[in-house]
Structure formats: structure tokens, C-alpha cells
């Protein structure tokens, strides 16, 4: 009896000690999800890439000067509708003053938990995590260049806390024909000093080429983007769309190939599409995992004016 006492104590010990040693990381030294929130549904259809991918207002999110190419005003939402009773989404306004550019952006998750981000209920009302940016671009000829701030709020068992950085990006845009642009967001992680809230730097560099004129009827269009996360391996995102579209109305199809998919939760391929009405584009994106490890689908809508 005297063994089996020990044996079962030694056991206990054991699976006390593996337990301990699997305890996840509390939200606090969780990055925010909220800044791997797609800002455009049709970069989440290609697989997140977005620093060579000019001329939408959801473009702000992952490089501050996607936004110069506007002709006048461009409005951009998404939404995600996600298990534990969890909703993400965002919007986006960019604006075309001269040779400036104006851009503002809003990033939002939140319910009742969403676990797997760290964000679990407790008192003062339900987790959540909140992002805004406002960015300011200067064009000139072809090259134009830019910075962003980022605000960003997190409310989890029942703790609030605040971070605060900027993105630094530049671009250059041939027309509607090609676009090479650099961005780097979270410059110097998390500017307030009173803040244990992780923002991990992320570098990216992408190249996309439209192989037919955008204004005519066949559409053809790659991007090539590497990114950088801090403290982490680097990862290639290779992707394309093709459609056809009349007078303005018509549809496309995009996908896309993500490397280093190893130890995360997200699928290696990401698809989507969009309906084009005119000024107006209906996007969705479809991923089989997100931030939450379930399907992901997401819906958006694009406007020009």
C-alpha cells in the first residue's frame, strides 16, 4: 500500500508539473489581436498581404501610404462574425486633399471571450480590444511616403490597458500598372512607458503587377510580399486575382499562398472574391482557421467616390 501511495503521489506530481509547464500566456503578454485584424477583406483573401496593395482605404492598416492612389474619397468596412460569441470588423476613410493624403481607421473585437486572444471576461464590462489610426501621406510624382499612429485599447478580466505607436511606410505606383511599397508598423513597440501591452514590430515588403490595363474588361493581378515579424521567421505571401468585368459590373477571384504556417493557427492558403457594382465592391475572404482556430469568413463592402 505504501508503494501504491507513492506511485500515485508521484504521479500527481507530475501531471502538477506538466500543467504548470502548459499554462498559456496571460493577455498581458499577448500581442493584441487586434492588429492582425484584415483591414480590407480583399487582403485577407490574399492572405493578409497589403503593402503593395494601393488605392483602398483599408489599405491604411498595413501600410500607411496605400491610401495615395485615391482619386477623391475612398470607404472601406468588414465584418467577422466568430465563435464565443465574438465579433470582429473594421472601417476605414481615406481622403485625397492636393498632394496630401488623410486617412482614419477603426478596428474592433469583442464579446462575451474570445479565449484563444487572450481576451476573457471579468468585472467592468465585457473583454474587448479596440484599435484606431490615423495616418497623413505626402505624394509626389510617383513616390509617396507616410506615417500612421496607432491607438489601441484592451479590456480583459476586467483590466483595462492602452498602447500607443506608429508605422512608417512609402510606396511607389506606376498608374494602375505596378506598385513596390515598404512599411514598418509598430516602430519602436509600444510608446507608453506606464504599459506592459506588447506591440511587436513587422516589416513588410510587397510587389504586385496588374498584367492588364484595371480600367478594362479582363483583370489580371499578382503580389509578391515578404514580412518580417519581430522575433519571429520571416514569411513569404504569394498571391493573384483574375475576373472579368463590364461597365463596371463583374467578378473577380482571388487567392493566395502563405509560407511558415507551422506552429500557428493559420491555413497555408487563404481565397476570396468580389462583386463589382460600379464605384461600389462587395468582397469576401475565406480562411479555414483565424485568430480563434475556426473557419474564417469575412464580408466587406468598398466605395469610391
Same mark, same amino acid.
Do not use: M, Q, Y
Given at each position: 500500500m505504501p508503494r501504491l501511495t507513492v506511485a500515485r503521489a508521484a504521479a500527481l506530481l507530475v501531471i502538477l508539473l506538466g500543467s504548470a509547464s502548459a499554462t498559456p500566456l496571460t493577455a498581458q503578454e499577448l500581442p493584441p489581436a487586434v492588429l492582425s485584424v484584415?483591414? =480590407?477583406v480583399r487582403s485577407a483573401g490574399l492572405h493578409g498581404a497589403g503593402a503593395a496593395l494601393v488605392g483602398d482605404a483599408g489599405a491604411i492598416? $498595413?501600410? +500607411?501610404?496605400?491610401?495615395a492612389t485615391l482619386r477623391h474619397i475612398g !470607404?472601406? @468596412?468588414? !465584418?467577422?462574425? =466568430? +465563435?464565443?460569441? $465574438? !465579433? =470582429? @470588423?473594421?472601417?476605414? !476613410?481615406?481622403w485625397r486633399l492636393s498632394q496630401f493624403d488623410l486617412g482614419l481607421g477603426l478596428a474592433y473585437i469583442g464579446g462575451d471571450s474570445v479565449p484563444i486572444a487572450g481576451l476573457l471576461p471579468g468585472a467592468g464590462g465585457p473583454p474587448y480590444e479596440a484599435m484606431g489610426v490615423g495616418s497623413l501621406v505626402y505624394r509626389f510624382g510617383l513616390m $509617396?511616403? @507616410?506615417g500612421s499612429i496607432r491607438e489601441v485599447r484592451r479590456r480583459t478580466g476586467g483590466v483595462?490597458?492602452? @498602447?500607443r505607436s506608429g508605422d512608417l511606410g512609402a510606396a511607389l505606383a506606376v498608374f494602375d500598372i505596378m506598385a513596390i511599397g515598404f512599411s514598418v508598423q509598430d516602430v519602436g513597440g509600444n510608446w507608453s512607458k506606464q504599459s506592459t501591452l506588447p506591440m511587436p514590430r513587422l516589416t513588410r515588403f510587397g510587389f504586385t503587377m496588374n498584367y492588364s490595363d484595371p480600367q478594362e474588361t479582363y483583370r489580371l493581378l499578382t503580389t509578391v510580399e515578404e514580412q518580417w515579424p519581430q522575433g519571429g521567421r520571416s514569411r513569404w505571401i504569394l498571391g493573384g486575382e483574375a475576373g472579368i468585368v463590364v461597365y463596371g459590373v463583374g467578378l473577380l477571384a482571388?487567392?493566395?499562398y502563405q509560407t511558415r504556417t507551422a506552429g500557428t493557427v493559420e491555413p497555408s492558403v487563404a481565397l476570396g472574391g468580389t462583386l463589382a457594382l460600379t464605384r461600389l465592391q462587395v468582397d469576401y475572404a475565406y480562411g479555414a482557421r483565424d485568430l480563434v482556430g475556426a473557419p474564417a469568413h469575412r464580408l466587406g463592402l468598398r466605395l469610391t467616390l
Open positions: 484584415p483591414g =480590407s492598416f $498595413a501600410n +500607411p501610404v496605400g491610401i !470607404l472601406e @468596412g468588414t !465584418l467577422r462574425r =466568430s +465563435p464565443f460569441h $465574438a !465579433l =470582429s @470588423g473594421t472601417g476605414a !476613410l481615406g $509617396a511616403v @507616410g483595462d490597458e492602452r @498602447g482571388r487567392a493566395a
